[in-house]
């Protein structure tokens, strides 16, 4: 291989929440770090994903009682974006002591990453190279060149009918912003539910509440055959009909970004490509780590981040020590909003736990009722015996937050009843949490 040779303590494949973190708390250790990008700072969250996606649904629920143009809508997600990525080109990254490289980095051997021209050698690499959307394998799905997230924030115009490909959180989020923001949206899903990683009353609830809104939902959607026709229009075909809309948004999964000449070299993946590392994050190729989405695991800005500072930690002290179980809470930025922490009621039954839930609807609170957003419940599990808290359930306003709160009281081993006999503040959404935790401890369900 020709070109110059460089040399670093620490070669970072990927500017993503994962590898942003890797790379500048090495550097700003002291530690010889490069860091090689190839499309964007701030890695898929800023500029295709959380961020562009929560200024939209903002946006789109001033939509709810103004009219809100689509250019408006898309002038606003831009302001959004600028903000967070603020002006200087390079992020801040010499500042913290890191070399920024801009290419396509592929692997030549372990350790020796290529960049254009430029060869970077050190005996710890980090791959950080996030997902993709992934397409399902429908017939005549991929000639349609549908969109997705990579493209849904430049179209320059909204589609009329728009349907959408997935029924989790991105299909969720995006399809009832771009509803309110005036498309008719019919969203499809795989599963008989949609957010099927949640409590089955919050997926019932959500889409009683999409469907009031006007959003089209079709569960158990087995799409059959997909088709742009000439004047521009698709048509989706199930055994349960023909649907015709102007454009389609999937939103139906993410395929792991593996840099080219990695998997020549013995890189471990499991079945649905991903990265498979070992506890502590090193993958099957010597000297090399993996974090964030590339390898599987909860797919969150917030957990590529925690898994960097272990392997970050991992890397500077020389050692490979399993990166900590914590709980991974998330939320879905519908609305009402969804958050999640710890295990649902059937999880926790399949593993044998013997438990007793408490419900409270969002209405009977004051701080739900003062602001008018009434919809939604609360949902608490807990060990039957001890009372200690296996998880927490919202669908509310504010439900994000709230999954911060049950979070701490899931990670730190808190009884139900620990918690309904914390003050909170009055009037809040956080006292949904609370007095559900009073619930399950009453025994009131
Ligand atoms: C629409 C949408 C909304 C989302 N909303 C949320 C949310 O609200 N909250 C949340 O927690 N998460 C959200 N996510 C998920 C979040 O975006 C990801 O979990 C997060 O971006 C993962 O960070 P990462 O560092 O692993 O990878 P990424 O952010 O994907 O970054 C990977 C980077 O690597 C670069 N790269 C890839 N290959 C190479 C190569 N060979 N050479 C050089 N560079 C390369 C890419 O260009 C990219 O910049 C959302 C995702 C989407 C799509």
């Not at 994962?18 to 550097?27: E, F, H």
């Not at 049950?406 to 620990?418: E, F, P, S, W, Y």
């Amino acid at each position: 291989m020709t070109g110059t040779e460089r040399r670093y303590e620490v070669v970072v494949i990927g500017n993503g929440s994962a590898g942003d973190n890797i790379a500048r708390t090495l550097g700003r250790q002291g530690r010889k770090v490069a860091l090689v990008e190839m499309a964007h700072l701030g890695g898929e969250c800023l500029n295709d994903g959380c961020v562009p996606s929560k200024a939209l649904i903002e946006v789109a629920r001033e939509a709810r009682w103004r009219p809100v143009s689509w250019t408006e809508a898309l002038a606003r997600v831009q302001a959004v974006q600028l903000l967070v990525r603020g002006n200087d080109p390079g992020g801040g990254l010499d500042r913290d002591g890191v070399d920024l490289y801009w290419g396509e980095a592929r692997f030549a051997a372990p350790g020796r990453v290529v960049v254009g021209e430029t060869v970077l050698l050190a005996p710890d690499v980090v791959v950080a190279t996030g997902t993709a959307p992934g397409l399902p394998p429908v017939p005549g799905l991929a000639e349609a060149k549908p969109l997705t997230n990579r493209t849904v924030f430049r179209l320059p115009q909204l589609p009329r009918r728009l349907g959408v490909v997935g029924g989790g959180p991105i299909g969720l989020e995006l399809g009832q912003a771009l509803h309110r923001l005036g498309a008719e949206v019919t969203l499809f899903e795989a599963l008989d539910r949609v957010a099927a990683t949640e409590e089955p009353e919050v997926s019932l609830e959500l889409q009683r509440l999409f469907e009031a809104e006007g959003i089209r939902v079709v569960t158990s959607a087995r799409l059959e055959r997909v088709e742009r026709r000439a004047d521009g229009t698709v048509a989706v075909s199930t055994p349960d009909g023909r649907f015709e809309v102007d454009d389609l948004l999937v939103a139906a999964g993410r395929v792991p970004v593996i840099p080219p000449g990695l998997a020549d070299l013995g890189l471990e993946r499991d079945r649905r490509g991903f990265v498979v590392i070992e506890p502590c994050g090193r993958t099957s190729v010597p000297g090399t780590w993996a974090a964030g989405d590339v390898t599987g695991k909860f797919q969150f800005t917030h957990y590529a981040a925690y898994q960097a500072h272990h392997i970050a930690k991992h890397i500077a002290e020389g050692v490979c020590e399993p990166i900590p179980d914590a709980v991974v809470p998330w939320a879905i930025f519908t609305d009402p909003e969804v958050g999640h922490a710890g295990m649902t009621e059937g999880q926790a039954r399949e593993r044998g736990l013997e438990v007793r839930t408490g419900m409270l609807a969002a209405r009977e609170l004051d701080w739900f009722r003062t602001t008018g957003q009434v919809e939604g419940f609360a949902k608490v599990v807990a060990d039957a015996e001890t009372g200690v808290l296996l998880g927490a359930h919202f669908l509310c306003a504010r439900a994000s937050t709230l999954a911060g709160e049950a979070c701490l009281a899931i990670q730190h081993g808190l009884t139900a009843r620990q918690v309904a006999s914390t003050i909170h503040p009055y009037p809040t959404a956080g006292e949904l949490f609370r007095w559900a935790c009073a619930r399950a401890v009453s025994g009131r369900g």
